[in-house]
């Protein structure tokens, strides 16, 4: 199965993912969803979607002759998913896929020229696992901290082109530059604070999927 990410982006989010994920301490693993309303036994497990938004991100294109154009943006974004897996009992974590850009099309061209996922910036691989991993710790760990704030990050970074809506894959998708990270599980809603059992308490082991679902440590 094709990745939906730039390849060379894997081993930064990995390195990130094993930082990261050392902060989530025990927790009763009924806290999270299933993938039926109540019997924990037979489901695999839920998938909860996360995104992770303002990503720093560097883009190229090789159509342009000898010289790549290059670009930067502070409206990158990455989804992921999460889950417990009950068959496994091990946490699971996914890159789902980077947001793609494209170049402005050249005047005398009939044809746009190709997505390209972005290389992330500096840093920013540990960005969107700090962020995964403190939103799973507030959710299902009981442990709550303030969520983090993004608004002003890039005060000192800015896009080296503007930015146009027909060349960003998440406008195309109505959802840039704002991403709202709602609850969508429906009926696979997580038992919660309800469903807290103290004597049922796991201190669960995390792995990071690839996309052929190899599990990374």
């Known amino acids: 199965m094709p990745a939906h990410f730039h390849a060379d982006n894997w081993g930064g989010y990995l390195a990130a993912f094993r930082h990261h994920f050392q902060i989530l301490g025990s927790t009763d693993p009924d806290r999270f969803p299933t993938s039926y309303a109540t019997d924990a036994f037979t489901s695999v497990g839920h998938w909860v979607p996360y995104t992770v938004p ?4 560097h883009f190229s294109c090789h159509l342009h002759g000898a010289e790549k154009l290059k670009w930067n943006s502070v409206e990158g974004q990455v989804d992921l998913k999460f889950r417990y ?17 494209r170049c402005p099309r050249l ?4 044809e746009s020229h190709p997505w390209q996922y972005p290389r992330l910036g500096h840093g920013e691989a540990g960005w969107v696992m700090r962020r995964l991993a403190r939103r799973i ?3 299902y760990y009981g442990e709550w901290e303030p969520a983090e704030r993004s608004g002003c990050r890039w005060s000192k970074r800015k896009n080296t082109r503007r930015h146009e809506k027909g060349d960003c894959e998440a406008c195309q998708l109505g959802r ?15 038992k919660g604070e309800d469903g807290y059992n103290i004597y049922n308490l796991e201190r669960i082991e995390w792995v990071l ?9």
């Open 209 to 217: 999927l690839d996309e052929n679902e190899h599990a990374f440590h």
């Open 137 to 139: 710790e507030r959710k």
């Open 54 to 57: 303002d990503v720093w991100t």
């Open 85 to 101: 897996n009950f068959v496994e009992k091990r946490g699971e974590v996914k890159i789902v896929r980077e947001m793609r850009q």
């Open 107 to 110: 005047l005398h061209e009939m």
């Open 176 to 190: 840039c530059p704002w991403v709202r990270n709602m609850n969508t599980s429906g009926h696979h809603w997580r």
